[in-house]
């Protein structure tokens, strides 16, 4: 062979060498499910899409987040036990759901026990998370942040409610949930379970007569079509925990991690924000589209929960709740 030929062709085949590993270095990027249960204009789906963003920025674009919202890719129950089993990766469970994996999370949703959403964030942004996500990791789950979701409300299409015995009777839908249901029933509702998907044709129906949500996805989910009276009773406080599903989360190397927790609070925090902004509006919205609304006197309706209290600790355990309780009394003054 012409040696100046073979110097050549050598020389090209050393550049294709060397040119190799630059192509590695540009890798396909992670593309992570994220699945959640609100409305596409509801703020948790506007906070995913602010993490989603802005991890793709900080990762530069290494990593990707598809988001599914409003119950696509199956309900609340199935999303959880789909982030435990890694079939997606994200998602915002409540306490309800996580607490079918450790019961003490059971305990978090006890009713009447706030005094408002600053007394909540003291007790589950400090002592309760720190109890509570080791826990969540045991089985599977990663809790990056406290979102929000809200208080809960009762609204229904028979009678105002002003006082507990006009809860007595009402065929109430609550979520599967020991302590939303057992609150309900310490009233006098007769609880039954209908799947989130599946309750404003419920409601529409007259399956049953009425159910209860923070105010948010009351309005998000137009129930205001189907149901007349609205009682702010905030007899239970519930939020979203953005949650990574633990096999997901060994994919990502210690500095995406920390991006996804920091993100996470800023993302919770805008969750937070919008939702605080928006329920006085939200709530003269209902009354604008028909809904009668009562703000009663809850100290009466507080009176009748020592019931709804010994369901939830046979359930929880009485340790936890006592371990609870205790945190609840610690950070009510601040």
Known sequence: ??????????????????????????????????????????????????????????????????????????????????????????????????????????????????????????????????????LAEKQGFILLRNWEYGFRNVTNSVRPINAPDDVKGLKLRTPPELQIQASMEALG?????????????ALSQKVVDGE???????YFNK?????????????????????????????????????????SASAGDLMRKLIADDEADQIRKLEAAGMQVTRPDLAPFRARMDPAYKRIADYAGEANVKKFRAMVEQRRAG
Not at 59 to 85: H, R
Not at 114 to 129: Q, T
Not at 252 to 258: E, G, I
Request: hydrophobic letters at 45%.
């Open 1 to 134: 062979m012409n040696r100046r030929r073979f110097l050549k062709a050598g020389g090209a085949g050393a550049a294709l060498t060397l040119a190799a590993p630059c192509v590695r270095l540009h890798a396909a990027p992670l593309t992570l499910r994220w699945a959640h249960f609100a409305q596409e204009d509801h703020p948790a789906n506007t906070a995913a899409k602010q993490f989603a963003s802005r991890v793709a920025a900080r990762t530069e674009d290494a990593i990707k987040i598809n988001i599914f919202p409003n119950n696509v890719l199956g309900g609340p129950p199935e999303q959880a036990q789909q982030i435990k089993l890694g079939t997606i990766d994200m998602g915002l469970p409540t306490q309800g759901q996580l607490d079918k994996y450790d019961t003490a999370f059971a305990a978090v949703m006890l009713p009447f026990v706030f005094d408002g959403p600053a007394h909540v964030f003291r007790v589950l942004d400090g002592p309760a998370m720190e109890w509570l996500a080791p």
């Open 189 to 201: 509702a007769v609880v039954q379970a209908i799947a989130f998907p599946e309750l404003y044709l």
């Open 212 to 218: 209860e949500n923070p105010i948010a996805v009351i």
């Open 223 to 263: 129930f205001y079509e189907v149901q007349k009276h609205l009682a702010i009773t905030r007899h239970i406080y519930n939020n979203m925990i953005h949650t990574v599903s633990a096999a997901t989360w060994k994919k990502l190397t210690p500095q995406q991690q920390a991006i996804f927790r920091e993100e």
